[in-house]
């Protein structure tokens, strides 16, 4: 009886140990997806904010120095 009934259990148990473990790493696969598509933005933002300032910048040395943009410092 206790033969019978590891014959079919093993096999059992190995397949659900493999679809368990299967499952898990797709579960941590999408959370560090999310993580990604979250530092994505945080870039975005981080750029866009660096593209402000440089645009404060630029207008500043325009008002400030007229011809920066011609000059030729190599």
Same mark, same amino acid.
């Given at each position: +009886?206790?033969?019978?009934?590891?014959? &079919?259990?093993?096999?059992?148990?190995?397949? !659900?140990?493999?679809?368990?473990?299967?499952?898990?790493?797709?579960?941590?696969?999408?959370?560090?997806?999310?993580?990604?598509?979250?530092?994505?933005? #945080? &870039?975005?933002? +981080?750029? #866009?904010? +660096? #593209?402000?300032?440089?645009?404060?910048?630029?207008?500043?040395?325009?008002? #400030?120095?007229?011809? !920066?943009?011609?000059?030729?410092?190599?």
């Amino acid at each position: +009886m206790i033969a019978v009934l590891s014959a &079919f259990a093993t096999p059992v148990l190995i397949v !659900w140990i493999v679809l368990h473990y299967r499952s898990k790493r797709r579960q941590e696969d999408s959370a560090d997806r999310s993580s990604r598509l979250g530092s994505q933005v #945080e &870039f975005e933002q +981080m750029a #866009e904010k +660096m #593209e402000r300032r440089v645009q404060a910048l630029e207008t500043i040395l325009d008002a #400030e120095v007229p011809d !920066w943009r011609k000059r030729d410092d190599r």
